[in-house]
């Protein structure tokens, strides 16, 4: 058999074979998960609630979370809650949060904070519904089997002061009919009795609130609403005498009831639609209904989500799209559609319809990297990539599958053209392909594109020129231009002339029938171009990847540049029915505008964000080829722009601290300002873009996070402008934030002027008082001089204080009587060496330690032999301390020394003893002074019984001597006295401690 009838067999097969998808009809959802992982405080999840700005609040098991889209901000014990497994919340007129606790009560937000109601008792709150009205609160409660009475609510439904509560009486085990009764302290009144039917027993209730702030009930007996004067009411004569399971209402006022098979959905005019539930979904607990007429809901045992879309009648298991671990506890659905799913241990799932139909390896595609598409009368799709040319089907379902497994091509296909005659040509790595519905023929020119001409001419670039070939004829090349410039990579275009384009890295080039070849635009020479195609309206559209260029019949080219950084780069363009241009990039899908531009990605549905080919088809579909498989996007025109994100300020921070915005007005120039938005978007939160601008006419300014640090602002007053959009969204409404920055008070005019004379007084003070302070100083230095010279005189007579003179000549006396001539003449060798050492000193401001111990040694030695000898001594000089080289104020230590001898060991009853030690570092010195004499109590109280004349005045004129010291050469000394005492709190001693900065 030849290859070319193999070939034909393989083809016919593929208009032969159809798959059919059996099941529900198809539905695209994108799923995203949170866990602990994101910041959820619990994975075991309760109730949601939207808010009134936007934030969606989950109840967990261990705290309550607040959600914007990017962040999860927390509350727990911290925040006020007693406890922490949030059962119930929801919102009060006032747009204030509410949460019941699990046996702990119902908790308010006030602020960032919850406060414990007090309007009902902890013990009646198990698992309580809350809902607002306007002008009544009610709390409704599923009742228990193992409970012999409960509280079902509590509210002020229009009673003034009086509580309301629903509840059930116990009577043998046995529940008694629904009351509704009105208590208060004096009186109580029963306004819904049994729902008029006193011997029904209700074991089921159901309580939701229409947008008009109306009751609805749903019980074993029907649906009811309660009217103004408090009384129930049949909500539709269909949903009477039918158990109701489950309620929701939307924000339109369109209502749906849940029943044991059907959903029964009451439009906001009364309009009635059935729908009957499938076999595997009875009793749903939980249904939620969105504005666009979709339904969710789950199953009985909590293991299922579904969703009925109303207008096609059709059921999607959106549970199919994850495997859910663990049962679900509750779903709520928010403003844009979204079904937010609680599970008991597996965290938060949040499910949203997709406009886009993915298709990849579940429909048996070999490659998934799409180079082309091509849907022909039939509606076959088929599909070019890199292995290869498949075919899909659409089934009877709209589900598009793989007709055959494989095809006769293999390898890389590029390009999918229509011939003039119904016949296709496939370009792929062995050249052109030609598919008839009885025969193929191959071509072999390995080219990446090439042009049809209505009478089946190609138009072929190759490297040696630009040729035309006449098939049907024979197979010979006709030259066109040889050498010609845009001869390499390269792409082909036809417009509704039958014009031939083609585009490289020269430009874009086109050639008119038996015309040569010339620049389509005379007026510009462009780099780089990577596409271009024909709107239904005649203009030719081209781009690279900088720039967008629409070029008008008869009119010059307009050139719009496109940003890279948030759209990528340009692979492929396409213009839909109506004239709207769509742009394939590494980023996402564009709905492009001059304007703005919407953008479309995977966390919008796409398969992915790298497109790599656009494709309209006769239904107007756009098949969207990408590196990871297909995109099918039925509706082009429901891909519309959203409303702009919810934006707020979160936070001021003015130099580290967080204030309030009216702080702002005190800022001056030096000062840093941050400010925190908070922006919700739940779809793509990471791809919101921000602008700021300071005044109404400066231009906007791009930040990638939504925080704005301004510092070195100059002076002057500002209008702040914060504005956020998401990919699919205009900007939304800016905040506005009026500020000025005041100039630094030493900017201020009259601070200058004020400065400016005061230096002109100061200098006229300055120099009017320099001539006298001159003078001063000098007379007041030889004042002080004097006044040393005076100080050490009369340091050197307090030492040489009359009792110790008058004490060693007797000493000498005595010792020159006793005929002993070797301790006389020592001691008077040393008193001697004493007077002259005290006359040195005395002329001296600074001596050496080493001059300074000797003084005192020789001091010391002359008063242990005029008191026989009566205490021991020893001078500890530390290591470190060199002694010649460290000088300290003379005559300084010989008081102290002076003092612990004939105050402290003079009157010890047993032999004493003086420590003196030297210590400290090369900036300053140590002296420690200790003896172990009677103390300073004692020595005051034997001076006052003594009242001796002579009184020591060796301490005060050391005192005024420092004085001097500081005032003329800036000395820094420090003393420091301290009694020690024994264990049993008897004096011990005294211990005086000397630093001062040494002098070298």
């Known amino acids: 058999m030849r290859a070319s009838d193999v070939v034909f067999k393989c083809i016919g097969s593929l208009f032969l074979c159809i798959f059919l998808s059996p099941g529900l009809a198809a539905q695209d959802w994108q799923v995203r998960h949170y866990t602990v992982n994101d910041g959820l405080p619990h994975n075991v999840g309760y109730d949601m609630h939207q808010d009134k700005q936007g934030y969606m609040w989950l109840g967990t098991d261990l705290g309550l979370a607040r959600f914007n889209g990017t962040d999860f901000t927390n509350f727990g014990t911290d925040e006020g809650l007693e406890g922490l497994s949030i059962i119930t919340l929801g919102e009060t007129p006032q747009g204030k949060i509410w949460c019941s606790v699990y046996e702990k009560g119902v908790y308010i937000q006030e602020g960032n904070r919850f406060e414990l109601s007090t309007a009902h008792t902890r013990e009646a709150w198990y698992h309580p519904t809350i809902i607002y009205n306007s002008d009544t609160t009610f709390f409704s409660h599923d009742i228990r089997p193992d409970l012999h009475s409960a509280f079902t609510g509590y509210g002020s439904a229009g009673l003034g002061q009086q509580y309301a509560y629903w509840y059930f009486r116990d009577k043998q085990l046995q529940y008694s009919p629904l009351n509704v009764v009105a208590l208060s302290e004096s009186k109580r009144l029963k306004f819904w009795s049994n729902i008029e039917s006193e011997p029904d027993i209700i074991f089921h209730l159901r309580f939701c609130r229409n947008p008009e702030g109306k009751l609805l009930v749903g019980c074993e007996h029907g649906a009811f609403i309660m009217n103004e004067n408090h009384k129930p009411a049949p909500f539709h004569p269909a949903l009477l005498d039918i158990p109701v399971w489950s309620l929701h209402a939307d924000e339109e006022g369109n209502t749906v009831f849940a029943s044991d098979d059907k959903l029964f959905l009451v439009s906001a005019q009364g309009v009635l639609q059935t729908f009957h539930l499938p076999q595997n ?20 045992d909590r293991n299922q989500i579904w969703g009925l879309d109303t207008r096609q009648g059709t059921f999607s298991v959106l549970s ?54 091509h849907v022909d009368e039939s509606g076959k799709v088929w599909v070019a990539h890199k292995k290869g040319l498949q075919l899909l089907e659409e089934s009877p379902k709209g589900i598009y599958k793989l007709m055959v497994p494989d095809t006769f091509l293999r390898r890389e296909v590029n390009t999918i053209r229509k011939g003039p005659k119904g016949n296709l040509y496939i370009v792929g790595q062995d050249g052109i392909w030609e598919l008839y519905p009885t025969k193929t023929r191959l071509f072999p020119y390995k080219v990446p594109d090439f042009s049809i001409h209505p009478s089946g001419e190609f138009i072929l670039s190759l490297a040696r020129g630009l040729y035309l070939q006449a098939p049907g004829k024979d197979s010979s090349l006709y030259t066109l231009f040889a050498n010609f410039q845009s001869i390499g990579d390269y792409f082909f275009l036809v417009d509704h002339a039958y014009h031939t384009y083609w ?55 307009q050139a719009f540049s496109l940003d890279k950084k948030s759209l990528g780069i340009l692979h492929q363009i396409a213009v839909g029915r109506n004239g709207e241009i769509w742009l394939g990039t590494t980023k996402g899908l564009h ?25 309209f088809d006769q239904k107007d579909q756009m098949w969207i080829g990408s590196s990871k498989g297909i995109s099918l996007l039925r509706k082009p025109e429901l891909l519309q722009k959203e409303n702009p994100p919810q934006l707020y300020l979160a936070s001021i921070n003015l130099d580290g601290q967080v204030v309030d915005s009216s702080l702002l007005n005190l800022v001056t120039s030096r000062s840093n300002i941050s400010l925190d938005f908070d922006a919700i978007e739940f779809q793509n939160p990471k791809e919101l873009r921000y602008q700021f601008r300071l005044w109404d006419s400066d231009p906007w300014q791009d930040i990638s996070v939504p925080i704005l640090t301004l510092s070195n602002l100059s002076p002057k007053a500002y209008q702040l402008s914060f504005r956020a959009r998401s990919p699919q969204s205009d900007w939304g409404k800016a905040i506005n934030l009026s500020f000025e920055i005041r100039p630094p008070m030493w900017q ?3 601070f200058m002027g004020g400065c400016l004379l005061l230096l002109i007084f100061l200098a006229f003070l300055i120099i009017r008082s320099r001539i006298s302070n001159i003078r001063k100083r000098a007379a007041a230095q030889n004042e002080l001089n004097q006044q040393m010279a005076h100080l050490q005189l009369s340091a050197l007579q307090a030492q040489l204080n009359p009792h110790f ?4 000549l007797n000493a000498i006396q005595y010792f020159i009587l006793q005929k002993d001539e070797v301790t006389a003449n020592d001691f008077l060798a040393k008193f001697s060496r004493l007077m002259r050492l005290f006359l040195e000193a005395s002329h001296a401001r600074y001596i050496s330690l080493h001059e300074e111990i000797e003084l005192l040694e020789l001091y010391i030695d ?20 060199d002694l010649d080289e460290v000088e300290l104020p003379s005559m300084m230590l010989q008081p102290f020394v002076e003092n612990a001898i004939n105050h402290g060991l003079r009157y010890k009853g047993e032999k004493g003893f003086l420590s003196i030690y030297f210590s400290g570092n090369e900036e300053e010195l140590l002296c420690t002074i200790e003896d172990n004499g009677i103390g300073r109590e004692a020595a005051n109280e034997i001076r006052m019984q003594t009242n001796k004349e002579h009184q020591s005045r060796g301490m005060q004129l050391l005192e005024n001597k420092l004085d001097l010291l500081r005032k003329l050469e800036d000395a820094d000394i420090q003393m420091d006295t301290m009694d020690l005492f024994a264990p049993e709190g008897k004096a011990a001693g005294t211990r005086i401690l000397i630093r001062f900065s040494l002098k070298r």
């Not at 080039?509 to 038996?514: E, I, T, V």
């Not at 003179?805 to 060693?808: E, G, Q, R």
């Not at 002359?862 to 000089?877: A, T």
């Open 281 to 300: 979904i009875t009793r749903p607990p939980q249904i939620r209904l969105t504005a666009d007429g979709f339904i969710y809901g789950i199953n009985e």
């Open 320 to 373: 199919d799209q994850v495997d859910l671990p663990v049962a679900i506890s509750y779903i709520e659905t928010d403003r844009l559609g979204g079904l937010w799913v609680s599970t008991d241990g597996d965290g938060c799932y949040v499910f949203r319809r997709s406009f886009f139909h993915n298709m990849g390896i579940d429909v048996g595609l070999r490659n998934l990297f799409i180079n082309d598409f």
């Open 503 to 557: 585009g490289n890295k020269h430009g874009l080039f086109y050639l008119k029938p038996s015309s040569g070849p010339r620049a389509a635009v005379d007026t510009f020479s462009l780099a780089n171009i990577v596409d271009a195609t024909i709107a239904p309206n005649g203009d030719l559209i081209f781009g690279n990847e900088d720039s967008l260029y629409i070029k008008k019949p008869s009119a010059p080219v």
């Open 591 to 615: 709905h492009w505008g001059p304007d703005v531009t919407y953008t479309f990605l995977q966390g919008n549905g796409l398969v992915s964000d790298n497109i790599t080919r656009l494709y």
């Open 748 to 750: 201020q005019w009259w």
């Open 805 to 808: 003179l008058f004490n060693a």
């Open 862 to 881: 002359l008063e242990r032999l005029r008191f026989d000898e009566h205490f021991e001594y020893e001078i500890k000089i530390a290591p470190s301390i």
